[in-house]
T-cell receptor, first 113, second 113 residues
Framework: SQQGEEDPQALSIQEGENATMNCSYK?????LQWYRQNSGRGLVHLIL?????REKHSGRLRVTLDTSKKSSSLLITASRAADTASYFC?????????????FGKGTHLIIQP | DTEVTQTPKHLVMGMTNKKSLKCEQH?????MYWYKQKAKKPPELMFV???????INESVPSRFSPECPNSSLLNLHLHALQPEDSALYLC????????????FGNGTRLTVT
């Protein structure tokens, strides 16, 4: 079953603007991760936030996590045409070991030049 | 380019054929995964191998048969597939711990005729 649910499903903005995507999940998590996927390619890991963290930054990316609301957001600042891609949140279970990630439905982001 | 290599990139097979998808990584990762992704959908977990042992099978039909010959290689043997099995098949690897990001290959685009 799907764990993460992103919104919006599609987002189109002008280059230079900020893009915000949200993710909600249902069960206890060990961590939450965000991935990017360019059309027809594999997914690329962007950032991981642990369940005891509230905010994390990496370059133009800012991720927040609210475990009380079971939600996370990904902010991309100063967007570029190359940021056009699908973005997925993914959660791991609260157990130990490698148990795979469950991906949300994704947000398709289009950056208009 | 990714550090996880999948072959072939494209595969067209008939419903009576037997074929195999291959995945290789040399990052020393001890967990490897198969995901299936339909168009405009998120990846869905199929199998997880941890330390070369199958640890998770997400109720995948027996016409898909995974194999992990060693810690660097992961195969997916296909037999008697259906047209609805057409999809992008993604391989990933990670460290074996629960917080490890996944490293994806670029996938095999499978078409079943």
């Amino acid at each position: 079953s799907q764990q993460g649910e992103e919104d919006p499903q599609a987002l189109s903005i002008q280059e230079g603007e900020n893009a915000t995507m949200n993710c909600s999940y249902k069960t206890s998590i060990n961590n939450l991760q965000w991935y990017r996927q360019n059309s027809g390619r594999g997914l690329v890991h962007l950032i991981l936030i642990r369940s005891n963290e509230r905010e994390k930054h990496s370059g133009r990316l800012r991720v927040t996590l609210d475990t009380s609301k079971k939600s996370s957001s990904l902010l991309i600042t100063a967007s570029r045409a190359a940021d056009t891609a699908s973005y997925f949140c993914a959660t791991g279970s609260s157990g130990g070991g490698a148990d795979g990630l469950t991906f949300g439905k994704g947000t398709h982001l289009i950056i208009q030049p | 380019d990714t550090e996880v290599t999948q072959t072939p990139k494209h595969l067209v097979m008939g419903m009576t054929n037997k074929k195999s998808l291959k995945c290789e990584q040399h990052m020393g990762h001890r967990a490897m995964y198969w995901y299936k992704q339909k168009a405009k959908k998120p990846p869905e977990l199929m199998f997880v191998y941890s330390y070369e042992k199958l640890s998770i099978n997400e109720s995948v039909p027996s016409r898909f048969s995974p194999e992990c010959p060693n810690s660097s290689l992961l195969n997916l043997h296909l037999h008697a597939l259906q047209p609805e099995d057409s999809a992008l098949y993604l391989c990933a690897s990670s460290q074996a711990g629960p917080n490890s990001p996944l490293h994806f290959g670029n996938g095999t685009r499978l078409t079943v005729t």
